[in-house]
């Protein structure tokens, strides 16, 4: 198994997702709509990243995986074509959500290296992905901004995202199985295989373990970051755009130390991991919390934050993971979704929270999350 090529496939097509973030002034400016018409090009790529994860990463469960990837890369390389020569908005809205949709390879490929990797060096294939996830995601908006500069046009990064995408095609397929799941095994159809999503939570504690863990730890990291641009650009602060993407970029050091968490789970087991973790999560807050006014405390617990998160979600999806192979895209679709409604739920919160009672009511509350996400690893002592 190559895991680097896995992680590179990962971190590109997660990219998708992310790089058009920081284009969308442009975007406005080019097709002449307002900020907030433009601002629904990120919304469309996070609604089609969630239909993405529960209609089609639970094909990888039965499906043949070469075939599968092959016809996902086309789709997404097609699609980001017809972004980088959309004549209007509409155009754009639609491809971006075509495009999202289709680029769920990361959540495909963390099951399958998992399952490869075995259950001895799983929490380590998971971390190492779950790494180039991290900064795929956070390098491409950096990386997006640069092309357009450079080009002076916002579809070249589209054209360039295109090529990247449509170069995994010769590469990706011919390092994957052809199958994961045991040879043998009966095929699901594909209706009853979305409908027995919710009955794996009914069957697996150690999914809901993790669906609840990583709902609030995302629903923590998400009220954190959400509220961070307002509270960065408010008094006596004062900083703007640049600045705080710069602040972002200071917290990559942590994503790379959260790849430790891999190894760790495997030694020590994803429960105590993820509670470690989230402890990292609770610290960082309490720093930014205690010193709101200080960048360098800022850029400490922000970087905490993104280590616990990125700890606790390597520690949880490791353990889901580990439920089996016939399963595993499906358990990390339920997974996925309820890690994705925590993060909608933070940042719905932080919205409300910093601009009817600021900074210190948003810790506050993703303290509150982290704090459930604890309790949630919790046994509770059986009655004689």
């Not at 087991?269 to 309490?286: D, K, R, Y």
């Amino acid at each position: 198994m190559n895991v680097l090529l896995l992680t590179l496939a990962g971190a590109v097509t997660v990219a998708n997702i992310y790089f058009p973030q920081p284009l969308l002034a442009a975007v406005a400016r080019g097709l002449a709509v307002s900020d907030r018409t433009a601002g629904l090009v990120a919304t469309a790529a996070q609604i089609g990243y969630a239909l993405g994860i529960l209609l089609l990463v639970p094909l990888a469960d039965t499906a043949r995986l070469r075939r599968l990837t092959r016809a996902l890369l086309t789709a997404t390389t097609a699609a980001l074509l017809v972004a980088a020569a959309a004549p209007n908005v509409l155009t754009l809205l639609l491809a971006t959500l075509a495009l999202s949709t289709t680029t769920v390879l990361p959540q495909i490929l963390t099951p399958v290296a998992a399952a490869l990797a075995g259950p001895e060096r799983r929490g380590r294939v998971v971390g190492v992905i779950g790494l180039g996830l991290t900064l795929g995601s956070t390098l491409s908006r950096t990386v997006s901004g640069a092309v357009s500069d450079a080009s002076g046009s916002w579809r070249t990064a589209y054209a360039v995202a295109a090529a990247a995408t449509a170069a995994l095609l010769w590469l990706l397929p011919r390092a994957l199985p052809e199958r994961l799941a045991a040879a043998g095994r009966p095929r699901v159809p594909y209706g009853r295989m979305l409908a027995g999503l919710p009955r794996l939570l009914g069957e697996h504690r150690a999914l809901r373990v993790s669906a609840l863990r990583g709902g609030c730890v995302f629903a923590a990291y998400s009220v954190f970051w959400a509220a961070s641009a307002f509270h960065l650009a408010a008094p006596p602060l004062g900083y703007g755009p640049g600045a705080a993407g710069l602040f972002g970029l200071l917290t990559v050091p942590a994503a790379l130390a959260s790849a430790y968490a891999g190894p760790l789970t495997d030694r020590y087991g994803a429960g105590p991991v993820g509670g470690w973790a989230l402890g990292c999560v609770g610290l960082g807050l309490a720093v930014a919390g205690l010193a709101p006014a200080s960048p360098v405390a800022l850029v400490a617990g922000a970087g905490l934050v993104v280590l616990g998160t990125s700890s606790c979600q390597v520690a949880n999806q490791s353990r889901v993971l580990g439920l089996g192979r016939d399963v595993a895209a499906r358990v990390n679709t339920v997974f996925m979704l309820a890690t994705f409604g925590g993060g909608a739920l933070g940042s719905l919160t932080a919205a409300w929270l910093y601009g009817a009672y600021g900074w210190t009511a948003v810790v506050l509350a993703a303290v509150g999350f982290s704090a459930l996400g604890l309790l949630a690893g919790r046994r509770r002592p059986r009655v004689a």
